[in-house]
C-alpha cells in the first residue's frame, strides 16, 4: 500500500518565524495531498490541499509544495503564531483502497513559542 | 450544510466487554464511510471504510468489525475488547469527488480499555 512518511516529528519554532513539514510517498500515481491540522483533544481538519496538477498552492500564511518527480511534498507555514501549535499530518490517496481512503503520516508536533 | 455525528464522545470499558461506536452523516448521499483509531501520541490508522450499504473492506486484521445498516450510518464493534484496543476513535465521510476530496472527521470517540 501507499508509505507515507513524515518529518520532523517534533518542531519546535519561536512566534514568526517560518516552519516546514516535509513527507514523501511511494505512489507515482497518487494525486492528491491533503494537510490537516489536529488541536489538542480534537479531530483533524483540513487546513490545505494539492492536487498533482500543480506544483504550489497558497491560503494567507500557509503553502504547499509538491514535487512529482521526487515523490515529496511539503507544508510551509510563514509568520507563525502560538496558535499554529497544534499536530500536522500529511496524507496520500491510499492505494490498497482503490484510493478512495487516505493514508496519514506520522504527524509532527509544531510548538510556537511566544 | 453535512455534518457528522459520533458518539459516545467517552467511554471506558473492562478488558472483554463489547464495544458498539455509532456514527451517522446529514446533509449528504451516498457518502464513502470511514473508521481511523489513532493511539495515543501516534498517526491515524484505516480500520475500515465502506463506500455502500452492506459494503465494508477491512484494512487492518483484529477483534474489530464494522457495519453500514443504512446508507449515512456507521458503527464500529467488538465482541470482546483487548487493552490494545484503547485509542481515539474517528469516524469520517467522504463525497463522491472520487480521490481528491476532502475528507470530514466526527469528534471522535475516546476508548480505555482497562
Known amino acids: 500500500g501507499e508509505n507515507v512518511e513524515q518529518h520532523p516529528s517534533t518542531l519546535s519554532v519561536q512566534e514568526g518565524d517560518s516552519a516546514v513539514i516535509k513527507c514523501t510517498y511511494s505512489d507515482s500515481a497518487s494525486n492528491y495531498f491533503p494537510w490537516y491540522k489536529q488541536e489538542l483533544g480534537k479531530r483533524p481538519q483540513l487546513i490545505i490541499d494539492i492536487r498533482s496538477n500543480v506544483g504550489e498552492k497558497k491560503d494567507q500564511r500557509i503553502a504547499v509544495t509538491l514535487n512529482k518527480t521526487a515523490k515529496h511534498f511539503s507544508l510551509h507555514i510563514t509568520e507563525t503564531q502560538p496558535e499554529d501549535s497544534a499536530v500536522y499530518f500529511c496524507?496520500?490517496?491510499?492505494?490498497?483502497?482503490?484510493?478512495?481512503?487516505?493514508?496519514f503520516g506520522s504527524g509532527t508536533r509544531l510548538q510556537v513559542q511566544p | 450544510s453535512q455534518t457528522i455525528h459520533q458518539w459516545p464522545a467517552t467511554l471506558v470499558q473492562p478488558v472483554g466487554s463489547p464495544l458498539s461506536l455509532e456514527c451517522t452523516v446529514e446533509g449528504t448521499s451516498n457518502p464513502n464511510l470511514y473508521w481511523y483509531r489513532q493511539a495515543a501520541g501516534r498517526g491515524l490508522q484505516l480500520l475500515f471504510y465502506?463506500?455502500?450499504?452492506?459494503?465494508i473492506s477491512s484494512e487492518v486484521p483484529q477483534n474489530l468489525s464494522a457495519s453500514r445498516p443504512q446508507d449515512r450510518q456507521f458503527i464500529l464493534s467488538s465482541k470482546k475488547l483487548l487493552l490494545s484496543d484503547s485509542g481515539f476513535y474517528l469516524c469520517a465521510w467522504r463525497g463522491l469527488a472520487g480521490e481528491t476530496g476532502e475528507l470530514f472527521f466526527g469528534e471522535g470517540s475516546r476508548l480505555t480499555v482497562l
Open positions: 496524507a496520500a490517496p491510499h492505494m490498497d483502497t482503490g484510493r478512495r481512503a487516505l493514508t
Open positions: 465502506s463506500v455502500g450499504i452492506g459494503q
